[in-house]
């Protein structure tokens, strides 16, 4: 019998739900490109409700200890002494969130004998030693789209946030002030701006798809070019990497995996070559940012503001400068778990776990380590120190 160890964050200060805001979810026929959802054999949980957290068990625990198999949820992940760090040496499973990863390092799966499959609830697979599971041949699995819809969508929303200034306006309206110079200040429309985005995978292109009506001029950079018909139908020009792009746009989207090839990139030097009042968006990694070129750049004006959900460490400390620096829009990394998309990640999930507990075949578009090696998104997407 297996152990699943699965690390979620906390349930609401007020408790876990009794009722929600919606009564359901709209139905989806599949994703964008004709990849299917999620298809797990069944679930046990009633879709839209709030299932990331730990009371929530991602629905997963009628179905694991119905078949005999331990399941242990716990949102305490840092220090020695963790929950975590005391029962992953038993583990043959962990699961964990993007938006509160448990890090399993290399010293971390040298100390789990026993764990042979690492799966991300969600997408993003950078919380783990890739390299490390390579060597010790565990398989490393995602969710692959069930959350780049959701992602795309709070793109779209920080890049309107920030140019529009609206969250300052809102603060105007709780502080029962009407200042509209004061407001009106930094604001300016969308339309006829150049926005580019740093990767354009699923949600990149998604983003740039949600993007077009408005009037905007597209760019992007991949190191995978997009088909020309999405090109032109699109209006897209093509950049062959970060560096040629940044220079030409008011706004800039960060839509890449972290690997050796992404972190750090936009540090003093790559942000000095921005437009004096471009506007930057990080939904993806936070390190593919230098923490404090961000800060100096908001702080001088080069960039106009910063948004994003993505922060180093997850959870943030409380003094990290991302928090008071000026001009910014953060959020704590949300994007990707709404109700809605945690109903298909927690579905994956399961049908991840249904493979492997059964003997079959992971779904290929999920996996990113397996049999010693890159594999499925994880070739496509991801580089690592032994590519």
């Known amino acids: 019998m297996a152990k699943v160890l699965c690390v979620l964050y906390d349930d609401p200060i007020d408790g876990y739900p009794a009722s929600y805001a919606r009564d359901g979810l ?203 018909e999405v090109e032109q139908e699109l209006g897209l020009t093509f950049h062959p990497d970060a560096a040629a792009m940044v220079p030409h746009c008011d706004v800039v989207t960060v839509n890449a995996p972290l690997h050796p090839e992404t972190e750090g990139l936009f540090g003093d030097a790559l942000i000095a070559t921005m437009k004096r009042g471009a506007y930057l968006i990080n939904t993806a990694r936070a390190r593919i940012a230098d923490r404090d070129a961000i800060v100096r750049a908001l702080e001088s004006g080069r960039l106009a503001g910063y948004a994003g959900d993505v922060w180093y460490p997850q959870p943030a400390p409380s003094d990290h400068p991302w928090r008071t620096m000026p001009h910014h829009g953060m959020t704590p990394h949300i994007s990707g778990s709404s109700l809605s998309a945690q109903t298909r990640y927690a579905a994956g999930t399961r049908e991840i776990l249904e493979a492997w507990l059964d003997g079959t075949p992971i779904r290929e578009e999920y996996l990113i380590v397996e049999g010693g090696a890159q594999a499925g998104a994880g070739a496509h997407s991801y580089s690592t120190k032994r590519s």
């Not at 999620?38 to 679930?43: E, L, M, N, R, V």
């Not at 390299?131 to 969508?153: F, K, L, P, W």
């Open 26 to 228: 709209p139905d989806l026929a599949g994703y964008p490109g004709g990849q299917t959802l999620p298809s797990p054999k069944g679930i046990d949980f009633t879709p839209g409700q709030l299932l990331g957290s730990v009371s929530g068990e991602l629905g997963l625990r009628r179905f694991l200890e119905g078949r005999g198999h331990t399941l242990v949820v716990t949102s305490d992940k840092d220090g020695d002494d963790s929950v975590f760090d005391r029962e992953l040496a038993d583990a043959d499973v962990v699961i964990s969130q993007p938006f509160w990863p448990a890090y399993l390092t290399a010293e971390r799966i040298a100390r789990a004998p026993k764990l042979k499959l690492a799966v991300t609830a969600g997408i993003g697979s950078d919380h783990v030693d890739l390299d490390a599971a390579i060597a010790r041949g565990i398989t490393v699995a995602e969710v692959t789209y069930c959350n780049s819809i959701s992602v795309a969508e709070h793109v779209v929303m920080m890049i309107l946030s920030l140019v529009r200034d609206y969250l300052p306006a809102h603060q105007t309206v709780l502080d029962g002030g009407w200042n509209i110079a004061d407001r009106v200040a930094r604001s300016y429309d969308l339309e006829g701006m150049h926005v580019g985005t740093v990767a354009a995978g699923r949600i990149g292109t998604a983003v740039l798809r949600r993007l077009k009506p408005f009037d905007v001029h597209l760019h992007y950079t991949d190191r995978h070019r997009l088909p020309a």
